[in-house]
């Protein structure tokens, strides 16, 4: 699970670097987190989904080392007046930018990778002047088991 922790703090760590490239007001959350209000929109929320074992070790009867894939859905909330899609493109291209070389990049630490699965949205969560996009990723990483 240590390689799934650093995976998540990779993706934190490149939407903060480019937080003003996004939007200047952005807020970002990472679940379990107090709601979010108002005045935290436009806000980038990181929660953690469905963890499955893709393959288990065959060299111990626990199946550690084991291949594991997360889902990570990154839920963009804001108000009506931005343009959600643009944002969305906008959030996608960050997090699959390196910080260092600036270019695309799944690999986010050693043996830890990133691939889209799917979007969803955008929706209006039924409350007005307010819309909504998730991008889903999958975390590929090995959970060394201790």
Excluded at 23 to 44: A, G, Q, V, Y
Excluded at 52 to 61: D, E, F, H, P, V
């Amino acid at each position: 699970m240590e390689n799934k922790e650093l995976g998540l703090l990779e993706i934190k760590e490149r939407i903060k670097v480019n937080r003003t490239l996004l939007d200047p007001n952005l807020h970002f959350k990472r679940t379990p987190s107090t709601p979010i209000m108002e005045k935290d929109l436009p806000c980038i929320i990181m929660m953690e989904d469905v963890d499955s074992i893709l393959k288990k070790s065959s060299r111990s009867t626990t199946g550690y080392p084991a291949r594991r894939l997360a889902e990570i859905p990154i839920e963009i909330v804001t108000e009506r007046t931005i343009d959600i899609k643009q944002l969305y493109l906008k959030v996608r291209k960050v997090i699959f930018t390196d910080r260092n070389t600036l270019e695309y990049s799944s690999l986010l630490a050693r043996d830890v990778f990133i691939n889209e699965n799917r979007t969803e949205g955008p929706t209006g969560y039924g409350l007005p002047d307010i819309l909504g996009m998730r991008l889903i990723l999958d975390l590929i990483y090995t959970d060394e088991g201790f």
